[in-house]
């Protein structure tokens, strides 16, 4: 097996898990976590090269041109992190198997957990940067998702998670950068090895400080660290996941990776010794203060955490080794304790430790396994916590080892504060013990605890249940004894975290020692705060400033949505003026810019200019004069398609096929839009003085001069670019088409059209939400329209006969037209987006030509369109990697050769990867248009209506209700709305701007 069929195959878990789900319900959990171990074992076959000191590489293009592949890279510090990635991701997925009830839906948990598995792995894996920070912000969006739908107080957590761990994407992205200019490589093993960090100190500081940023962010460092209890909204699964192998662990695995080049760097020692000491001792205080156990595992976490990156910040071989030892045990015993919350919660029905009393008789087997990992993260021997703990004791002395980095005073100051900090640690370990199975006695003056209650409902797990915690328990307990199991692949990892050949040893007991004494005095102080938990309760400050971390990154992220509200009250308005402000500053700089320039366009040729263009010019003239003067909103809208229309034709005059048919779909589809609003308008735009009429013709005479000239001056009258003479001569000779436009949309820049895929299907669910939600308080009306019964326009349906007639025999061929416009795009006029306009037109006259608009609905839903269009356009660029050593994404494959079709070359039609890619367009666009037609399409009820059977519900009076339907007939913008009510602004409709209301012609 091959790092790109383990990473893949990661990949393709997700799917498969969703196919399971079907059958299994909430057993996918057993599912994917045999499916992980598989894979984890799998990945095994490489240690005993790692351990040899090899490394294993390969690389696959995927942008060639800027040099970024595929490049995957596992040495022994990435097979540390990838081995706790997937077996610790198999122990939650398991565990998840019996957390959710069987009534839960877990569909989306499983399929978010698994892409965080194939965003952990990757990251480790990733040898290019671009990919690292791909898979980087990958692991910040799937929390995300994860947190979010873990209940109603959920989003708000998952929003402050979200901006404090992008804001340290965009450290990341920044430094990534800067390195790959500077090193002029993408591949990280090079950029490692490059000069550049030994020649520029301030280049190597700078981005010393982005790298330390993003882990920060990513790991919960002061002063990050708010986020992680902050997260605790999500259930057990996701936090024993995130908090012991997977989220937090990038930010440590970003540490590690960039240790050899930052060794010696004062401003990265600073950061990282100083942040870590300061979060691995509050997080300890804050576990202190707390009542609730998930909350205190959160913040021991936290504790942690900052023990790894005060000792990364170390940089000696020792302590690299101990922080990379202390990942592992790390992972072993949160990974259990808060898979263990969960089952407390489940069992005994609450986390708080004031409540939860003698739980060890009902629940004895959760007693034990919570007493292991207890013991291991307080660092008691023989457990491999203490094994830990002793060698980040080592790590921190070392610091004071010749050659000394610091002098005694400075690395006796620091390892005393790690020993303080450990203290924490053993004070809320033995908290969490005895304030869950034994008794909570808190008597102190800050303590609010209720009665202590006995959970008599209470009872231990099933063996399915806790056999996921036991497991990293019992190994945290045996692995004590034989430390040294892990000498070799530790090397492998520290020889790659560092610039020393250093080879780590690991032993339960190796004599008397400093370290061993300062364990001993922790475990002593530890042991009298645990006796004395009721005093040291008291005595610890359940606030210690008037605001929380929490509620500073609120404040920041409501004060930053009010201050966009503010911006966008500037332009949320009905003036023209104050919308034209902005572009019209842009227009007069592009004419300044042109005038300045004019003297370098290329002299005036006779003949550019035709006849036909002043009659175009004419038609343009007249269709734009009428839609500015007409008061009717129809004849607008009839008036500027037709102006649209000769564009069109204007575009077939210059040759320009693909263009002008496009032009020309997209203002038949617009046109038919607008008539679907103009329904929810008034027939009429309102009077306007003709002062203000002149001044505005003055002002868009104005524009549209300048406009032109800037247009004139900056493009001029010159030539086809080389970049155009080539994509004409080449195009058929390069991928075998003749359409040079539909080529290097689907060929050549493939990539740019997916990324505009990407934003019509993302516009498509906008339109929908929009919809939806302007829809929403109509469509939840019972009240049917009424305004056309007793007119011509009552009898919907024998109106519409002869249309629907028509197109009965039009339809199939408008549907074959589309086709045939697809498979041709390649050798003649066509494409996907052409003809699936062409078929939006079919569904448009659809919409035309039924009585009703519930005789149309669709009975399918048409986002899977979109969502479709957009992964088959993603799947199928995969393939462009068949194409050998030349292979990349998006790359077009030939698939079949010489099929026989009326149009074509003359050695035939040739069947590409690029014709699929299309499909992938023509489905997105479909998907956009039909979203628009069934939404607008549907029947509306208008606000006289609304008002009416509103004033009905809340008693009003007669005469106002008759008042109304007086007006029935009328315009619903017309009616004067003077009844008061919920959703409705009284008195007469005078256009009021903040509402957006209005209409300023």
């Known amino acids: 097996m091959t790092l790109l069929v383990l990473l893949f195959l990661t990949l393709l878990l997700v799917p498969a898990a969703a196919a399971v789900h079907t059958l299994l319900g909430r057993n996918t959990g057993w599912f994917a976590a045999i499916a992980l171990v598989v894979l984890g074992s799998f990945s095994l076959i490489w240690l005993p090269d790692l351990i040899a000191g090899e490394t294993v590489a390969e690389y696959l293009p995927w942008i060639p041109t800027v040099d970024v592949g595929i490049r995957l890279r596992l040495d022994g510090l990435g097979m540390v992190f990838l081995l706790l990635v997937l077996f610790i991701g198999a122990l939650v997925m398991a565990y998840s198997a019996r957390y959710f009830s069987v009534k839960k839906k877990t569909s989306d948990y499983y399929i978010w957990m698994l892409l965080f598995v194939f965003a952990m792995s990757g990251m480790v894996l990733a040898d290019d940067m671009i990919l690292l920070f791909v898979f980087w912000e990958f692991t910040t969006l799937c929390s995300f998702f994860l947190i979010n739908r873990s209940g109603d107080k959920a989003p708000a957590p998952a929003q402050r998670t979200l901006l404090i761990t992008m804001a340290g994407g965009l450290g990341l992205l920044t430094a990534v950068l800067w390195i790959i200019v500077r090193t002029g490589t993408t591949s990280l093993s090079e950029a490692l090895q490059h000069q550049v960090w030994g020649d520029d100190a301030v280049f190597t500081g700078v981005v010393a400080v982005l790298i330390a940023f993003a882990a920060f962010t990513k790991s919960a460092q002061f002063p990050f660290h708010l986020w992680l209890p902050d997260a605790m909204v999500a259930p057990a699964p996701v936090s024993a996941y995130l908090h012991a192998a997977a989220m937090v662990k990038a930010g440590i695995y970003l540490l590690l990776r960039f240790s050899p080049v930052f060794e010696g760097v004062v401003v990265w020692q600073t950061l990282l010794i100083v942040c870590g000491l300061i979060t691995a001792l509050i997080g300890a205080l804050f576990a202190l203060q707390r009542h609730d156990i998930k909350e205190i595992m959160a913040y021991s976490t936290v504790s942690q955490l900052g023990f790894l990156v005060a000792i990364i910040g170390i940089g000696t071989p020792t302590a690299i080794a101990a922080a990379t030892i202390h990942v592992i045990a790390h992972a072993l015993f949160k990974s259990s304790l808060f898979m263990m919350v969960g089952i407390i919660e489940h069992e005994a029905h609450s986390r708080d430790i004031r409540e939860l009393n003698g739980l060890r008789k009902a629940m004895p087997v959760s007693f034990i396994i919570t007493v292991l990992g207890c013991l291991s993260m307080a660092g008691i021997p023989p457990l491999f916590g203490f094994v830990s703990k002793e060698n980040l004791l080592k790590g921190f002395l070392s610091a004071g080892e010749e050659p000394a980095l610091f002098g005694p005073g400075l690395t006796w100051t620091i390892t005393l504060l790690g020993v303080l900090a450990a203290v924490g640690t053993f004070a809320y370990c033995g908290r969490i013990v005895l304030g869950v199975f034994t008794s909570y006695t808190g008597t102190g003056k800050h303590d609010d605890a209720k009665e202590p209650m006995a959970p008599e409902t209470a009872h231990e797990a099933s063996l399915s249940f806790y056999a996921p915690a036991l497991l990293p328990a019992a190994a945290g307990a045996i692995l004590g004894f034989v430390p040294f199991l892990f000498d070799g692949l530790l090397t492998a990892s520290t020889q790659a975290s560092t610039t020393a050949n250093y080879e780590p040893h690991f032993y339960l007991y190796g004599g008397l020692s400093t370290d061993l004494m300062l364990s001993v005095i922790i475990m002593g102080v530890g042991l009298v705060a645990v006796l004395t938990r009721s005093r040291l309760d008291s005595f610890v400050p359940r606030q210690i400033f008037p605001w929380t971390g929490v509620e500073v990154v609120e404040k920041m992220r409501t004060g930053s949505i009010a201050f966009g509200r503010r911006v966008g009250d500037v332009t949320r308005s009905d003036i023209h003026a104050v919308h034209l402000t902005a572009p019209g500053i842009f227009l007069v700089g592009i004419f300044i810019a042109g005038v300045l320039n004019v003297g370098d366009v290329g002299e005036f040729t006779p003949g550019h200019t035709r006849m036909t263009d002043w009659v175009l010019i004419g038609l343009l003239a007249f269709f734009l004069l009428g839609t500015v003067i007409t008061h009717s909103r129809t004849a607008a809208v009839v008036l500027a398609g037709g102006a649209g229309f000769v564009v069109g034709a204007w575009y077939f005059a210059l040759g320009a096929v693909d263009v002008g048919m496009t032009q020309l779909l997209v203002e038949i589809l617009t046109v038919v839009v607008l008539v679907l609003v103009l329904r929810k308008l008034p027939r009429k735009f309102h009077q306007v003085s003709r002062s203000r009429t002149a001044v505005s013709a003055v002002v ?158 669709l009975r399918f839903d048409y986002a899977l369109i979109i969502v479709g269009g957009i992964v088959i356009g993603a799947v199928i660029g995969l393939f462009g990697f068949m194409d050998g050593a030349e292979g990349s994404y998006l790359r077009p494959i030939v698939i079949l050769e010489g099929i026989p079709l009326p149009w074509g070359t003359d ?95």
């Open 700 to 857: 868009a005479i104005a524009f549209g001069i300048a406009a032109f000239i800037a247009a004139y001056a900056l493009t001029g009258r010159r030539g086809q670019s080389p970049a155009a003479q080539w994509y004409l001569e080449e195009t058929y000779e390069t991928v075998g088409a003749l359409n040079t436009v539909n080529s290097i949309l689907v060929d050549f820049r493939a990539l740019d059209t997916f990324g505009e895929l990407t934003v019509l299907g993302v516009a498509g669910f906008a339109i929908l939400a929009v919809l939806n939600s302007a829809f929403s308080t109509s469509d939840s009306h019972p009240a049917e329209s009424k305004l056309w019964i007793g007119t011509p326009l009552d009898h919907a349906a024998d109106n519409t006969q002869a249309m629907r007639s028509v197109f009965n025999w039009m339809a199939p061929f408008i549907v074959l037209l589309s086709l045939v416009l697809l498979l041709r795009g390649h050798y003649d006029s066509g494409g996907g987006f052409i003809s699936a306009l062409v078929l939006g037109g079919f569904f448009a006259l659809r919409y035309l030509v039924a009585p009703s608009d519930s005789a149309v609905k």
């Open 907 to 1001: 050695a035939g039609f040739t069947l590409t990867t690029a014709l699929i890619f299309d499909v992938g367009i023509y489905l997105a666009v479909i998907g956009a248009v039909l979203v628009a037609l069934d939404r607008l399409g549907q029947a509306q009820r208008y606000p006289a209506e609304l008002l009416k059977a509103h004033m009905k519900s809340q008693g009003q009076k007669t005469s106002q209700i008759e008042r109304i339907e007086m007006h029935a007939g009328d315009d619903p913008g017309d009616v004067p709305l003077e009844a008061e009510g919920e959703g409705w602004h009284p008195g007469p409709y005078t256009g009021n701007r903040s509402t957006g209301r209005g209409d300023e012609g």
